[in-house]
């Protein structure tokens, strides 16, 4: 991997044709060396159905390579225009309660519509043909934010019609199907497959595997439409494939859609995420308003870091002020430049801000850029262009695997979705409260697929709320000499969304169940002998096994088989970093007790310190600034570090 | 009536056929007398129109009494199969907004559809063909829950006609129905019945008569789906016929569909329905999390005693966490025995648990059992197994009638859902707080209807919020020598849903007027001169009659004449305590001030003490465990109490 | 203008006929001069189509003009009869999700339906045909409430044709509404008119600039529809037309509706105002529970004001509780009477109850009124009382221009609407904190419309919030000596919903610019260097012109060239009543600070002091009793006081 770079997101058709090439030099004057474009241009390359427009897009290509940018050229299929509405009425995908989602915005369209499905392959190949040999058309990206505005699951005629073909498939006899899910349950037993209807409403909850099936089916169908366009693009490009995933989109699985593609990229909006996405109280979003929470970047990083087949980039990095949160503040000055070197660190090829100038028209613009509406730098530029000095300094390091890993499993978001037995049991938001309990010890991290089947040279991994073991996790663990932290929740489910007649967790090396299971309200919090406590969900535990911690009422809170633990609850913040520690300490394991709003990120060998505060902090003999950053070596040399930087 | 006694849910048909015999044989060990089956089987027992499948099911009838358990045989009408939903597709029911409310759970009729109506007969009477001699069965169960899942109101087309047919009944000539809506208020005013809709998708709240009809309507429309069944089973079968209510529904007359069956059940959820039905706070919903509401069964069992002709049942206890709530804790250990027992003291002729066996598949799979999937029994089975050894020291006790009794009307909760005048104010809280205010004060109470013509023997009754007078309880009144309480809000209405002319409460024997009435937001109580206040909803007064209490601005509270009491307002805890002893006091009944926490209840001649707390009481001399029972005998001696009783 | 006088609603059509003359009477005796009625009574005039019964109104007119009333007719255009529906099943309007607001209560049409328009313009002329030279009929209402039940927006068929025709009109050709709306953006060009819908149901949020138009063109359908009746009513009446307008509703631009008639009127709920639309806490809601909020009536006063080209009146005055707000508590002894004063103070011709007698039937009938429903008086009836007496003792005071205005513009309420950029911007709530501000500090202030194009002899203005300029306002600001101040957030957008491409504010006599917003969260505010903070809503400033006022942190807050003042935030209560002191100041403007909950109006040479509390107040040196008046000379004499009054 070369050394990381920045990039920007850039709307030719929004401007003058003859301020293009002043566009292209202030770029390249600050530093960026890549430029996305045509991602929702549909209307200008094909105004009306096979008419195409493209002397423009010839001309932007041109002045944009010209002046030394490398493109990453985009598929325009997130936004279909008012004439293929016209020419596929039934193209328009449907919410959960019946009503058409019409045209007028973005993401218009029902995943499922094969018609729709055909005319994105179209486009792409007919883009493809075009550019798809243009060497200065570095990368290809597909689509836009898939399963943003909650597009993932749509409830229309042709998802209905595609699921029962999905089910044949799946299940061949309507038999199969009624065992598997259990539908002699209620009477929901079916006689074929054309009676099956899609899981909304219904009169109270429909059958659990009734959704789940739903869910993987819809999962199905995003990586379906992905793949076409996939296909295509690869008859005419030799150019890595790319598409810019969002923050906590859960709907499909990422692991899978990733594997068609080179590069996973996602959008990184901080703020707005915090507002929009958070499970944090309200203090801590005022706390944290104008710097984002200190673990959501990162937590994203490691994710896409994984679902990157050859790499992982920023498409989209907040610069400012964006429209579309409930309260929209600037960043903290310095937490742009923050997040463009946290991205680094963790791995990111490019960083590309959102977006090169703001739009002075239409949804976005109230969203900051790079470029005032009146064409002058926004003061975020200053600290793009410091950054792009900074880039250097850089020494090559490369990122490594972590000693430490959790399991995310995308499927397991949908179970506990279908079935979360408590307001406020949330796949993602437990897997999260690890993260996070791991960065405040100092400690980098990596997030593996469900699928993993060789753990590596790892020494601690945490497999949190799994829904269903599968085969090569399973051997991932019999061979894996680190530790293991299983639980809570996980294996408690058959694919077929059962509960195992064994009990779960299910995992043949500890032999032990779990007999019962129970949700907490705030405030009936489990305590734990050895302190903090299980707060959400306890489990009641029988086991054989040793038992490592118990609740104070005398039940087993954990218990292991030598290297493989069980953990029987959700732990508060006081209990995770409390078992952490333990652990870290029996693997030799060094953690560190960082300040509030501090992390470090490991990075070849170097160490990144950020400052997520709006106050300093004093980190190794450092102060550290608010929003400000320290890149040391592990010989203690500072290669950057703050300008007026005070050692106490 | 016989010792009561235990009993259980079973799904033979989700079990395989070779457990049956070891699921009867332990159900019998455990001490458990009766079992209820089949009332989710349709589709096994008629997998498609007309083909039927009775060999499981005459197998496990055989298998079950076999093993010398009495049968519960039920109609599977709340889940048709979907092969009726092809057959009928407009037996849907459609919710408030217009949707449908489709296949794929439970309850998805409406129940004005005549061709399902015709099905539901159908299928009754070929069961009771089959099954109505067979010795074994000694009751059976028409249908499940109605009402459950908001499934009173249908919107549909069908109920749209049948509404009108409902109305030319009622009021004869347009005319008649226009005078007594009052549709002369904003034009409303008809020509013909057929242009009368729902209720429902109105610009505004529709007239408070037009929904009043169609909440009756509603309710007769449960009562004439449930009567057919009735008719049906009477031609074969000489058991008594149960229906199993809920908790806190009021959306159907429970007394006159109550008046067509022998035997009142209800399913008792203590600690869903404290999650999901309470108006409690959540420091309250916290300390009672694992026990349940202290007075929200002891209320339904009052109930349901007063709807059931015969007798009175448990058809479904809950024995440890649901699926079905905000937040599924478990139980308190204690707490199923406890909650049997106090069902038992308010004359439950039957205890039985739901269920069995933990389904390890669809909806309820994580719903608790007496015994867990893997077939194991689960912790509370010792607690079933307690109590059924315990009844062997039961005395004969009889449930006598209580001194205290509150008039409950069904009518009067859609009145005020109807036209609240309040956000806080609903007709169930309000009853129940006069109830609760009766429990901490030690007394046993009584549920009557609104039909009721006669008080008895009673000393003290309390009729508040009620809508409207009808003439036997005006008769009962009249004849009374008690004390009677009366109003806030009662008699405020014609059954025309006007306010008469000689305004509120309209009761001939006091000559007193309601001139105004107002609704209080949290922080404008209205404090009472002898303590307490009135809160949500207060009155303004005119009387020629004694004035027993004044607000502290000198506003009559409470007027009375002689024996009969009008209160102007909705007292709060301390105000309704206060109240509630000045009463006792004046009719010589004796009170006693509970622990929080702590109920009782007089059963013959003994009482039962439960700890509803999860810390320890003490009570008549002895240390109350937390959720313990002590039985006592008048002359103080134990029946059944504390294993390690401490007397202090 | 002549000496104020009072009123009331009245409905015949409720009553029975020999109740009609005694009411008349008693309407006389109690000091009204003004009955308004038939508003709703169209299926009484016209009970089929085309079919008439005129006896009961005639007589009606005819009693109460014989008693010496003056009548106020009503078109009854809010209340279609059933029989219109069925005439014109599709003139019901279509909520935003798509459903039909149907028949049932009132308001259920659609203003772009022209069928109905017709058939209002109808019996508008059969009315005006019968009555309009009847002289005891001195004014006419027309339909209403427009707006009332959120009926100013419909997504019906009918209006998204009239939408088309609409933007055809504005735009011409599709490039130019291309280009003005930006639909370049997210590919959302159009090709024809015809395919533009409604911008509802949307997969995300539509374009601003579409939704801009929507609300532009809604508020001219209702114009329209409205100048229907009045072009009708003009061909056979002299007498002045009215509309009688809400609280808080802003959907359409009343001033452009005022323009058509002679007398603007509104109906004031105090009471219900306070709990159904208002943004104070609940503290404060408890606080003045039975007051309404202290500013909220003189605000729509002031606006109402503004809107009446002739005159202004209160057609609804609230009495008692009212039946539709969350909670509906008596009004304070006294406040009927101070709300009659304080209307009148601001300019009010005319007070009118609603209503007459409370109807003991249909939705309002929990609605108080002056007369109980037993046909006596209600407690209120000896405020109104003594306001006509005391009526006797004004002295012909006129109202006069303020030295102090604010600009209040419906548009930019549209525009906030439908892009707020952040949860708690209300264009509503910016203005009225200014008005707030403004009237603590003892001021009495005008409300201008955005058409202004003279500030007149005022010496302070306030624009705060203004969408876009015109050319008028333009024009006032340019020629005006006074001191104005602008923002935060006007000028920020052309017309066309885009931002100028030179940035806001766009007044060219200001030389500086936004560069940058941002929305704040609770926590977040931004302290200023002299006292107080912003809140919501924080700008970035670039200015040559003079800096006088910082933040904290050292960012411009207010900038002013000579008197022209830019405010960069949102001021909290304490920098808004520093920042007005301090302009009052420069200006010479006398600024006192009243007792929290007082309030006062200067009324030619008299001053009207009010205490909106429940507790007396010290207001110039006289002791003023809860919910009571202070009518003072500027010599000091007082012209109405308390009964009782005490000097301190």
Redesign the interface.
Known sequence: MSKPSLGVCYYP??WPEDQWKDHAAQMVAAGLTWVRIGE?????IE??PDRFNWGWLDHAIDTLSHAGLKIVMST?TA?????MI?KHPDMI?VDK????????????YCFSHEGYKKESARIAKILGQRYGKNPDIQAWQIDNEYG??D?SLSYSTNAETAFRIWLIKKYATIESLNAA???????????DFN?I?L?N??????????VMDFRRFSSDQIIAFNRVQCDVLRDHTQAPLIHNYMGRITEFDHFKLGADLEIASWDSYPLGFL?DRSDQD??F??EF??QGDPDFQAFHHDIYRAVGTKAWWIMEQQP??V??A?????PLPGMVRLWTWEAMAHGAEVVSYFRWK?????????H?ALK?????D??VMDEVKQVAKELDTLQGQKTQNSRVAIVFDYASAWAWET?P????FDYFRLVFDFYRGLRRAGLSVDILPPSTDDFGERSLIFIPGLFSWNAKLETAISKFEGDVVIGPRSGSKTQ????????PPGLEQLNM?V??????????EIPLKQGGAFRIWNE?IESSETVSEQTVDGHIAITNKENIHYLAGWPDDTAMSRILKRLAVKINLETICLPRGIRCRDWGDTRLYINYNNTPAFVQGHTLPPADILLIHKDGSVIIGPKEMATQ
């Open positions: 058709e929004h929702f241009a549909w209307s200008r105004p009306a325009p936004t279909p225009p008012r004439w016209a995908a309660g019946g009503q058409p989602r019409n045209f007028g915005s973005r993401r218009h943003c505005h597009t899910w259990g539908n002699v349950f209620w009477s929901m037993e079916y006689t009676d209807a899981p409403l219904t009169v109270t909850e429909p059958n659990p595997a009734h507002e309200e203090a979003k005022t308003a104008r400012g002020p429209n579309w409930p309260y929209n503040p600037a703001q739009a002075p028209f239409a949804q976005e613009q109230m900051a005032r509406p009146d064409g002058q926004a003061a079935q037995q408590s307001k406020d077929d969304f059962q509960i195992s007649e064994k009990l169940k007999v019962a299971v129970e949700s907490l309200r705030p405030g009936n009641f």
